[in-house]
């Protein structure tokens, strides 16, 4: 006679599936490490960067994490490079031109103040788009990304 199959195990390994899954979704964009190494995968893939510019505790930062960048950074065919800044932290970090800074200061320089900020470069270190600033409504943020990635993808086709 065939054995009845446990609930209880079917339902521990349902869950620990889903905890899986829901850390997976949950995992932090990259953090911003070597932009310089980067800008060579850009250039050969011919991808812009995002960079999300984030501070500790910000729950817009992680609403927008969540909302719009996961999604994006799971794209089977990636649009973009995706990296994260964090504002407040001294995190090393190489610029564009092979220099050692922090991510503090790197977003000092790029003139990120309010988090979440949302920026696009070229390989060059160049914007190729119009940075967001701040969290705007959810009914145009995420066509708004879209646009800058498509603006950031006008650019690099014109660069050589």
């Given at each position: 006679m065939a054995r009845p199959s446990n609930p209880g195990?079917?339902?521990?390994?349902?869950?620990l599936a889903w905890l899986a899954l829901a850390a997976e979704a949950a995992a932090?964009?990259?953090?911003?490490?070597?932009?310089?190494?980067?800008a060579t995968v850009m250039r050969s893939e011919r991808l812009p960067l995002m960079v999300l510019f984030s501070r500790s505790n910000c729950p817009w930062?992680?609403?927008?994490?969540?909302?719009y960048l996961d999604s994006i950074a799971a794209?089977?065919?990636?649009?973009?490079?995706?990296?994260?800044?964090?504002?407040?932290?001294?995190t090393a970090l190489v610029d564009f031109d092979g220099s050692n800074t922090s991510h503090r200061a790197f977003a000092q320089a790029h003139r990120a103040r309010l988090a979440p900020t949302l920026m696009f470069f070229g390989p060059d270190g160049r914007q190729v788009a119009a940075?967001?600033?701040?969290?705007q409504t959810a009914d145009f943020y995420g066509a708004l990304i879209d646009r800058a990635i498509d603006d950031?993808?006008?650019?690099?086709?014109?660069?050589?």
């Amino acid at each position: 006679m065939a054995r009845p199959s446990n609930p209880g195990r079917l339902f521990t390994a349902w869950i620990l599936a889903w905890l899986a899954l829901a850390a997976e979704a949950a995992a932090p964009l990259p953090a911003a490490r070597d932009f310089a190494a980067d800008a060579t995968v850009m250039r050969s893939e011919r991808l812009p960067l995002m960079v999300l510019f984030s501070r500790s505790n910000c729950p817009w930062c992680e609403k927008v994490r969540r909302e719009y960048l996961d999604s994006i950074a799971a794209e089977p065919t990636p649009r973009v490079l995706l990296r994260q800044v964090d504002m407040d932290r001294d995190t090393a970090l190489v610029d564009f031109d092979g220099s050692n800074t922090s991510h503090r200061a790197f977003a000092q320089a790029h003139r990120a103040r309010l988090a979440p900020t949302l920026m696009f470069f070229g390989p060059d270190g160049r914007q190729v788009a119009a940075s967001l600033v701040g969290y705007q409504t959810a009914d145009f943020y995420g066509a708004l990304i879209d646009r800058a990635i498509d603006d950031g993808h006008g650019l690099m086709r014109k660069t050589p």
